[in-house]
């Protein structure tokens, strides 16, 4: 199984013949269906919302990321869900840290998240929020409970508070703290707060029910000990609130309308309501949708910190992550991320997404704006015997067929050309469209030619040089062009390309579904050994010398290139394969 798949991982760096379009019929299947413009379940409770004046009219969303990682895809589809609400209904959406967990959070993170959210396209404008600066108001709230009878200090070890839980088919047992008078509570957390407690040996747990069915409601932990300084709030606090105990009483704070989050926290939700209902303050609608899952990708902060501290990738922004920085670098447009969240629309229930609809979405954007260039990347030399030797011609080469405006180049055409090596088979099959002794073929904006000789290397027998003829009659464009032959190539003319280190990428996995932790325990295991192949000796245009980090191209037969903008010295750059041209591989797995 995996050395097939590794076979097949191969074959996609073939070359595609000519085509003006970027898209195969294979992906048809994967387009929305433009007559569909129904709204989905979360438009509909807006709507109605809306309608019946629940949150007097208004649309407030927020976009809440811990800031322990960097974004991935999966936080795309959240971000598009909640600015794209706003958006859609004239609403405001925050941007809001979740910075609780001191011992996880960096300030790079939080950078990080800014950049990314900003690259996507969407702003906060003076809506940044950071839960840290809820502290003092969560204490206070905290202290309120206490004071209520809701929530009690606990002296239980970590261990035995998993026990005392319970499971889901038995009943939990009480703290025997559980009823401790008010005023000791209260004196036992201050004492917390300032530090006579070390972790593990005291927390602020939630009075509510342990025998309830839903676990989350055994009297859930609301402040645990933490002797760690936080990146914003530093050396105030040693004890810092849950998660379930910030989430909802920020977004209370802020007077968001409609909490959205992904299905895991349904179970959450009667906690969620609980707080705000015994603190008696603002209550927001939490809504859960269908987290992104994509075949042969990670979506786990946690996981993907993995692959980058096990040295699997070179980084959070290693073009083959699924990060947002990753696609950045690897050349995916943001206007291609956020039709991809578009189309794969926001339901009620888990799926899995094929990671072709993503590929398709990036070849869609790109054909449409990027300029064609020529390049080779395994060079075979052509000597073009009846061409005068000093001659050079510049021949028009057009940006792109697909949009006029984008005019027109002048690419340099000698006697000693650069064409691909796998453009060329000496013993080929019928259907072989491409050079081979005794055929003809047409360099694209050039002449048509003819391969006369082989030469090869007297030892190995490998081939090294095509001694070729040109008809001086065929140039593209010219009244005398109308010579059909079947295959085109690209070229480039040996005395005027440039250098270049190419970056070609296939998935991360290998398998299917390496979040399966059943199925593959071993996360490092399942990296694919292909997946990056850095081809140092490849040639471009010498126009395109002095692209930048972020310009995109695609070479003609070869994918959508992107310069790397991390390390793309001036006048030397590296590009990254952003995407084949078409998707060869869903046929051939299809197969
Ligand atoms: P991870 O599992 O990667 O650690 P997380 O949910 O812990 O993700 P957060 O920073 O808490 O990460 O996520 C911020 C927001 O993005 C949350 O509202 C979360 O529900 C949402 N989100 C995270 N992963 C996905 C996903 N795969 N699909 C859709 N939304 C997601
Ligand atoms: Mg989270």
Redesign the pocket.
Known sequence: MFLKLRALFARQTKLMPFTSGGSSQGEKILQKDDSESSTNFIQNIVEEDLKTQKFEGRVHTR???????Y?????????C??FGLAAQYSGKCNLRF?DTNPSKEEEEYVKA?MEDVRWLGFDWDDRLYFSSEYFDQLYEYAVRLIQKGNAYVDALSPQQIREYRGTLTQSGRNSPHRDRSVEENLDLFERMRAGDFAEGERVLRAKIDMASGNLNLRDPVLYRVLKVAHHRTGDKWCIYPM?DFTHGQSDSLEQITHS???L??EDHRPLYDWFLKELDIYRPQQIE?????LNYTI??????LQLVQEKHVSGWDDPRMPTLSGMRRRGYPPEAIRDFCDRIGVAKSNSTVDFALLEYCVREDLNKTSSRVMAVIRPLKVVIENYPEDQVEELTAENNPGDPDAGFRMMPFSRVLYIEQDDFMEDPPKKFFRLALGREVRLKHAYIIKCERVIKNENTGEVVELRCTYDPESKSGSSMDGRKVKGTLHWLSVDHAQPAEVRLYNHLFLNENPADEKEYPDLGAGVNPDSLEIVKNGFIEPFIKNAVGGDRFQFLRLGYFCVDNKNSPPGAPVFNRTVTLRDTWAKIAKK
């Open positions: 976009f809440p990321p811990e800031p322990n990682g974004l991935h895809i999966g936080h795309a589809k959240s971000i869900l909640n979740d998240i998660y959205i989050c992904t895991e926290f949708f269908a987290r992104l899952n979506l786990s902060k946690r996981k993907l």
